[in-house]
């Protein structure tokens, strides 16, 4: 019986190389699955490629509306930046597509389970905690177990006649519709400034004179429509990745701790994350208590690392979901971002579940706050902090 092995493929160097790796090394019969996540990549072409390979069969399957729903909306609900700055796009996206794989690996009966991933990155990670929790089949990962590096690849793919991009002997590329990663070449000098046509999202030079605003309105933590016009949930986040990226906003540079425990430089265009997330955030500061806003921000640290970390089924995470989900239900309103030449603000924001209330919070002569309360409290409130003081002070004359 000939031994069948699927393999998510994006047409790219690594998932090209482990075809033919699969087809040579390991005498399968290869079957190719593309998802669609949003990589603005042209389909028919990734199928041509595929078959010119020699693959048995390619499935496209578009996802787009079900990561936007099932995966980036859940992310904005929970404010989700992994060290408070990389906005989790391609983290979010391999669940789904390891997801999408296994669909097609019980139709198609195979005996193996293949990816692109390599021995050093996170993605790794993802696809096998994925691909295991709903599988018991082998995986097949020959970048990382035959521990080939970039140079080896290309020089694989040269012998193949493998085709690959210019930009890909440059740099390695993953995008979807939540962001763009940027890495490899010169970007692993932390001190080398990433070169201006690494960007496609985002624009670096002449920049508009004028600000531009953009008004998101929430149901529930859930964008639902910009500048007063409702939108489908893939246009939504393309109309406001558009938009924040005409104007310089959406670059992330960092240095970034990898599962694996590398300190990497990371590379990022996520404008419309940017911007949907610190309007999010924005929002529950106004709708929920101080004590909500607190601990939130524990729950959502923990969220994004989860994510990062590949343990999208790990039941802590359902866990956190369900407390996200209840705090979101007075998230509604809308709030408004100035944009101008790669800087990002909230200028202005407005919900009927606002705790804001102006009558209490004016210093003019309508203020129905008793400043005389007030006295008491502070004396109340610092009472600990003001007496270990003092016996410090004591204490310290002593000696």
Request: aromatic share 8%.
């Given at each position: 019986?000939?031994?069948?092995?699927?393999?998510?493929?994006?047409?790219?160097?690594?998932?090209?190389?482990?075809?033919?790796?699969l087809?040579?090394?390991?005498?399968?019969?290869?079957?190719?699955?593309t998802?669609?996540?949003?990589?603005?990549?042209?389909?028919?072409?990734?199928?041509?490629?595929?078959?010119?390979?020699?693959?048995?069969?390619?499935?496209?399957?578009?996802?787009?509306?079900?990561?936007?729903?099932?995966?980036?909306?859940?992310?904005?609900?929970a404010?989700?930046?992994?060290?408070?700055?990389?906005?989790?796009?391609?983290?979010?996206?391999?669940?789904?597509?390891?997801?999408?794989?296994?669909?097609?690996?019980?139709?198609?009966?195979?005996?193996?389970?293949?990816?692109?991933?390599?021995?050093?990155?996170?993605?790794?990670?993802?696809?096998?905690?994925?691909?295991?929790?709903?599988?018991?089949?082998?995986?097949?990962?020959?970048?990382?177990?035959?521990?080939?590096?970039?140079?080896?690849?290309?020089?694989?793919?040269?012998?193949?006649?493998?085709?690959?991009?210019?930009?890909?002997?440059?740099?390695?590329?993953?995008?979807?519709?939540w962001?763009?990663?940027?890495?490899?070449?010169?970007?692993?000098?932390?001190?080398?400034?990433?070169?201006?046509d690494?960007?496609?999202?985002?624009?670096?030079?002449?920049?508009?004179?004028?600000?531009?605003?953009?008004?998101?309105?929430?149901?529930?933590?859930i964008?639902?429509?910009?500048?007063?016009?409702?939108?489908?949930?893939?246009?939504?986040?393309e109309?406001?990745?558009?938009?924040?990226?005409?104007?310089?906003?959406?670059?992330?540079?960092?240095?970034?701790d990898?599962?694996?425990?590398?300190?990497?430089?990371?590379?990022?265009?996520?404008?419309?994350?940017?911007?949907?997330?610190?309007?999010?955030?924005?929002?529950?500061?106004?709708?929920?208590?101080?004590?909500?806003?607190?601990?939130?921000?524990?729950?959502?640290?923990?969220?994004?690392?989860?994510?990062?970390?590949?343990?999208?089924?790990?039941?802590?995470?359902?866990?956190?979901?369900?407390?996200?989900?209840?705090?979101?239900?007075?998230?509604?309103?809308?709030?408004?971002?100035?944009?101008?030449?790669g800087?990002?603000?909230?200028?202005g924001?407005?919900?009927?579940?606002?705790?804001?209330?102006?009558?209490?919070?004016?210093?003019?002569?309508?203020?129905?706050?008793?400043q005389?309360?007030?006295?008491?409290?502070?004396?109340?409130?610092g009472?600990?902090?003001?007496?270990?003081?003092?016996?410090?002070?004591?204490?310290?004359?002593?000696?």
């Open positions: 019986m000939t031994e069948r092995g699927i393999l998510a493929f994006s047409g790219g160097l690594d998932t090209s190389v482990v075809v033919k790796y087809q040579e090394e390991y005498d399968m019969d290869v079957i190719t699955v998802v669609e996540v949003g990589q603005g990549d042209d389909q028919k072409k990734i199928e041509a490629k595929a078959k010119k390979l020699g693959v048995k069969k390619h499935y496209n399957i578009d996802a787009r509306k079900e990561f936007v729903e099932n995966y980036i909306f859940p992310s904005i609900k404010n989700a930046l992994y060290q408070k700055k990389y906005c989790l796009a391609t983290a979010l996206a391999r669940p789904l597509i390891a997801e999408k794989v296994l669909e097609i690996a019980r139709k198609e009966k195979v005996t193996a389970l293949a990816h692109g991933c390599s021995g050093k990155g996170n993605d790794q990670v993802r696809f096998d905690i994925t691909l295991r929790s709903g599988s018991d089949l082998p995986i097949i990962a020959p970048i990382r177990d035959k521990n080939l590096d970039r140079v080896t690849e290309l020089e694989f793919a040269k012998k193949h006649g493998i085709e690959i991009d210019s930009i890909a002997k440059r740099f390695s590329i993953d995008q979807n519709l962001g763009r990663a940027i890495e490899g070449g010169v970007l692993e000098d932390p001190y080398s400034e990433p070169p201006d690494a960007f496609i999202w985002v624009k670096t030079k002449n920049l508009s004179d004028k600000p531009t605003y953009l008004e998101i309105r929430f149901e529930k933590g964008p639902v429509a910009v500048d007063g016009k409702i939108l489908d949930s893939i246009k939504l986040i109309h406001v990745n558009k938009k924040a990226g005409d104007v310089g906003i959406g670059i992330v540079d960092h240095i970034e990898r599962v694996v425990g590398i300190k990497s430089r990371e590379v990022y265009e996520t404008p419309g994350a940017i911007c949907l997330i610190e309007a999010h955030a924005d929002l529950e500061k106004m709708v929920h208590t101080k004590h909500e806003n607190k601990f939130k921000s524990i729950i959502d640290d923990e969220w994004a690392y989860l994510a990062y970390s590949g343990l999208w089924q790990d039941p802590l995470k359902r866990d956190l979901d369900a407390f996200i989900e209840v705090s979101q239900k007075p998230v509604s309103g809308t709030v408004k971002l100035k944009l101008f030449k800087s990002l603000r909230v200028v924001r407005k919900s009927e579940y606002s705790l804001y209330s102006h009558k209490i919070a004016t210093y003019g002569t309508e203020s129905t706050f008793d005389r309360l007030a006295k008491g409290f502070v004396e109340l409130w009472i600990q902090s003001t007496e270990a003081n003092k016996l410090q002070k004591k204490r310290s004359s002593k000696t």
